[in-house]
């Protein structure tokens, strides 16, 4: 099995930053994707950034020129730079790994999620 560890959320003020991190341990054999979803009180979860084996990355159109997401391929770590942050930013962001077992067959996993909270 899969484990997703998110860490590095906690309080900030307007315009703070954070840097959360995701580790991935156990089978792993080959990975398609890691990115960060968020979900805020009383609305859908969405996709803020993923980076993909190949290097390309996707990010929502909140979060461009303000976020960054990048990895340590040797230690299966993903992160997300968050730097001016928003109240509207604020919510509970979940890690997600896609795996690739071959043969088409891909499963996803998803970390409990780390607290981000944005005063003022």
């Known amino acids: 099995q899969v484990q997703l560890v998110e860490s590095g959320g906690g309080l900030v003020q307007a315009g703070g930053s954070l840097r959360l991190s995701c580790v991935a341990s156990?089978?792993?054999?080959?990975?398609?994707?890691m990115g960060w979803y968020r979900r805020a009180p009383g609305k859908q979860r969405e996709l803020v950034a993923c980076?993909?084996?190949?290097?390309?990355?996707n990010y929502a159109e909140s979060v461009k020129g303000r976020f960054t997401i990048s990895g340590d391929n040797a230690v299966n770590t993903v992160y997300l730079q968050m730097n001016n942050l928003e109240p509207e930013d604020a919510g509970v962001y979940y890690c997600n790994a896609e795996l690739d077992y071959g043969l088409g067959k891909f499963f996803n996993f998803w970390g409990q999620g780390t607290q981000v909270t944005v005063s003022s």
């Open positions: 156990g089978r792993i054999v080959s990975i398609n994707v």
């Open positions: 980076v993909r084996r190949g290097g390309s990355t």
